[in-house]
């Protein structure tokens, strides 16, 4: 079984399309089952999850966390049954027949992975950052990007770091670098740019890199939020 994990927090626009579309897409969907794990809503994004689910004849779980999603990811992880997992952003559409494509990777002795990535927007430095996403690069990745592992490999890491309320998927993506873990599908998932349209491309490209740079350079899980909440979560 394939176990989609899909943190959210107050994603009531995005939530019943990305559900939509991953019954819609999905080669098996008897062979998988969806947990949304709600950080603490103040829209009806549960709301909306339960129409969901009493509609659609779908193995779906809508569980209650901490905020934070390397807390949600864990929770949707712990409650999981399958053996392999696959976390989502609510905002991010995996391609067609994206379980087939998982499962494929898996079979050939590829444990982690992620799909390669194209925005949803014309901007020519988007554009040109979705193409580099094909590419194995460890600077090209993302947690936009979709991630998938296998319950054994993600146990040994011990799961995502709740320690880090931002760069969760960098840590565990560097684990997976390390151990030489990761594939790139090259498979389009398409990915919101709603930051970036909000902000401004060079301004969140720019303190996205700082980001990086900052954690590069030693700064810890605290600062590095610190830093976002400043700069990113007016």
């Not at 659609?56 to 049954?81: D, E, F, H, P, Y």
């Not at 349209?197 to 810890?220: N, R, T």
Request: one cysteine or more.
């Amino acid at each position: 079984m394939l176990s989609i994990i899909i943190p959210v927090y107050n994603e009531s626009e995005n939530l019943p399309v990305l559900l939509e579309h991953l019954l819609r897409s999905a080669k098996a969907p008897d062979l998988m089952e969806i947990l949304v794990v709600d950080g603490g809503s103040t829209d009806d994004t549960r709301a909306l999850g339960e129409k969901f689910k009493a509609a659609n004849r779908v193995n779906i779980q809508l569980l209650q966390s901490g905020k934070g999603r390397a807390k949600q990811m864990n929770t949707g992880a712990r409650a999981a049954r399958g053996s392999i997992l696959y976390f989502l952003h609510a905002d991010s559409f995996p391609p067609k027949h994206f379980d087939r494509y998982i499962r494929d990777e898996v079979e050939k002795g590829n444990p982690a992975g992620c799909f390669k990535m194209q925005f949803d927007s014309k901007h020519w430095w988007l554009r040109l950052a979705s193409y580099l996403t094909r590419f194995s690069w460890r600077a090209s990745r993302g947690g936009d990007q979709s991630q998938f592992i296998n319950r054994e490999l993600f146990d040994e890491i011990g799961g995502y770091d709740e320690s880090y309320v931002i760069y969760e998927d960098n840590i565990l993506i560097n684990e997976l670098y390390a151990r030489n873990k990761f594939v790139v599908i090259q498979q389009p998932l398409k990915s919101s740019a709603r930051m970036y349209e909000k902000y401004g491309v060079w301004y969140v490209q720019y303190h996205f890199w700082s980001i990086y740079v900052k954690k590069w350079m030693g700064a810890s899980a605290e600062e590095l939020h610190a830093y976002y909440c400043k700069v990113l979560k007016k």
